[in-house]
């Protein structure tokens, strides 16, 4: 064969190569273009039939804390005009004895809850109330999770299927003080708090409550505090206790215990810093440890044998849309808190609870941090003795 004819040859044999490799490459794409309009149909058509079956079932309900759902759902209900929403919005604690009464008498009334992550886990998880949230997530603007923080969805359960944190607030808002009495400044560290002149002019809301549940988990896991810094605090500061956020409110806006740890338990805190009294929050995330955050209340789980599962589902994904989110953060509480989707406007967020990409952070919403019982049992070790 001459020379020509072989670089001939060559040349052809490239060319099909070629040929191949582009012929193989647009089979792939329409393959896969393919595979995405069946996946939109699929979640499309699913997404109808449950709203047709939502819409026969006719109600949902809501359990609730921590936000005005009540405010928040109206914006649900002129979407879904067909179905009715209840809620029942208490704390935590009597959410939990309430629910878990139900169950004892085999009611079975509540579709969604949402509380704080300790009660959602410590009460409802923990006693099989839920079943898996990931399952009822269908709309591709929920289940495309680099829409979320940190590109992920976060469960705060061990088997990241039932609890779903929709909030990362930061939570420098925890420790407060009187600006007439304490000079922020001097604090650098959360071990500034154990100065000696600060012995006895320091009030906590009850340490052995769910509420101080955040701030606690931030200390016992912060491996620049932990177990030592818990002791010293609780055990040797002559700390005031009280489950009454009011009442360490009007302490601190007196002077009568300059500093106070989750005074901010309730919106008292806010209210006063409206009325101009002289309190404000300690920037603890410029202190030497760094921030954390937390979910804030902001959790959602779905019940198990819930009376009204499709409307439970459409109530839940409406919850985690954009839509949704957005209205949670206007509308769920005067210090608007920060949902963890990334995709909608932050301008309404209150300052105290936005992250800032130049800090660092314990984000307390992950399964590892969760139990509770070691720093409970720890608490009440220290606690004074009455």
Known sequence: ?????????????????????????????????????????????????????????????LYGCCYDYDRVLEVFRKKYPKLKVSTLLINGGQLATRVLAERRGEKYLVDVISAGANSLHDAFYKSHVLEPIKLALLLPEVVDQSKWYDGEHRYIDA???????????????????????VNPGEFKSHWDLLQPRWKGK???????????????????????LGAPFIKKLYGEMQVTISRDARQMTDWLAAGKFPICIRCNAAAEVGKAVQQHLPIAYFDTDEWKEGGSTSAAGGTLGLAARAPHPNAAKVLINWLLSREGQIAIQKFGRPDAHNSRRIDIPKDDVDPTNRLDPAKKYL?????????LSPIFKLVKEVLPQK
């Not at 409550?209 to 491996?223: E, I, P, V």
């Open 159 to 181: 088997e990241r299927r039932y609890i779903f944190a929709f909030n990362a607030n930061s939570q420098a808002g925890q420790i407060i003080y009187n600006v007439k009495l």
């Open 202 to 224: 320091i009030s906590s809301l009850d340490p052995t409550t769910f509420g101080m549940g955040a701030a606690l988990q931030y200390f016992y896991y912060n491996s620049e």
């Open 1 to 61: 064969m001459s020379m020509v004819d072989s670089a001939g040859l060559n040349l052809i044999l490239r060319v099909m190569r070629m040929f191949k490799r582009v012929f193989f490459a647009v089979v792939a794409l329409l393959a896969t273009t393919a595979d995405f309009a069946g996946a939109q149909g699929n979640w499309q058509a699913e997404w109808d039939k449950t709203v047709r079956a939502a819409e026969a079932e006719g109600q949902v309900t």
């Open 363 to 371: 984000d307390l919403a992950k399964p590892e941090y969760q139990d």
